[in-house]
């Protein structure tokens, strides 16, 4: 059973090799640690984590990078340089990145960081990472959002929809989605009138939306700053924009269920978490993540 330390957030990294026998994970998440989605998600990663079989007890340490609301070139170097500190004579053996953002970054600092240390992923659509070379210490779960499929329900609930308006806001993870988005929507053309609300202010959103026809169905991405650049949490701006829609709002994300979107196509966040946790036991007991390799991705259901 592994033993799971407390630290805190702003602990420094004090100890050195040999002076206990713990396994040490850092978690680090790309967005406010405190959304919805990613208190779910923790929630899995450390339950399945506390649930395996291990020998030796694992230290966690929680690490946000919060780039979802703020831009990576504002932080990166601050960022870096407290990292360095932190965790210097520190060794590392696991750091679960949570999102994108957070892959990128262990990715491209590992070595300075946490110098063999194998990265465990979750959070990370599927189509993200097409095309890319992961490092050879990476496993992880990435996920299959169910953009088509939620709009294929839509249209099965509302078989009179002409117009799908798509709600998106300026952040790069809003800007992710909103192509992922496209993509599914191209398969329309001809079909339905596609219209995008996007880099708006939540002012103008919320005008926008209250102006809809009865014959539009809404579908909501994120908005985690808005085109004002103004930081926000997407579950937020779901209830104000719920709160003067007359038209039904379908979306793809586990949170939004009972905050104002009608359905969704939708994969689990604890879900995805305790898979996150179960690779994170492997490769503390020995495993090579080389050969664990990228699971198969959480689906929508």
């Not at 399945?48 to 020998?55: N, T, Y």
């Not at 169905?217 to 949490?233: A, E, H, I, N, Q």
């Amino acid at each position: 059973m592994i033993a799971l330390s407390a630290v805190p957030m702003t602990a420094p990294a004090q100890e050195r090799d040999g002076e206990d026998a713990s396994h040490h994970v850092v978690i680090l998440n790309a967005a406010d640690p405190y959304l919805p989605a990613f208190l779910a998600l923790d929630r899995g990663l450390r339950e399945a984590i506390a649930l395996s079989k291990q020998r030796i007890p694992a230290g966690l340490y929680a690490e946000t990078l919060d780039m979802f609301r703020f831009p990576q070139t504002l932080l990166a170097e601050d960022v870096i340089a407290l990292l360095r500190k932190k965790y210097r004579g520190l060794k590392v053996d696991v750091v679960v990145t949570a999102g994108s953002i957070a892959l990128d970054f262990a990715q491209r600092h590992r070595t300075e960081l946490w110098p063999g240390a194998a990265i465990v992923f979750h959070s990370v659509p599927v189509t993200v990472l097409e095309g890319r070379n992961l490092d050879p210490h990476t496993t992880g779960v990435p996920v299959q959002l169910g953009f088509e499929q939620t709009l294929n329900l839509a249209l099965h609930l509302r078989p009179a929809t002409r117009r799908v308006v798509v709600i998106a806001g300026a952040a790069e993870p809003d800007r992710w989605h909103l192509s992922l988005a496209q993509t599914a929507l191209a398969r329309y053309a001809g079909r339905l009138d596609v219209q995008y609300l996007t880099g708006l202010t939540l002012a103008d959103t919320v005008a926008a939306v209250r102006a809809l026809p009865l014959d539009a169905v809404v579908l909501y991405l994120t908005m985690f700053r808005d085109g004002g650049g103004v930081p926000l949490v997407p579950r937020d701006v779901l209830t104000r924009v719920a709160a003067v829609s007359r038209v039904p709002i379908f979306g793809m994300f586990e949170t939004y269920l009972g905050d104002g979107i009608a359905a969704g196509s939708i994969a689990s966040y604890e879900a995805q978490g305790r898979r996150a946790g179960e690779l994170v036991a492997r490769v503390l007991n020995g495993e090579d993540p080389s050969v664990i390799g990228v699971q198969a991705p959480a689906m929508s259901h």
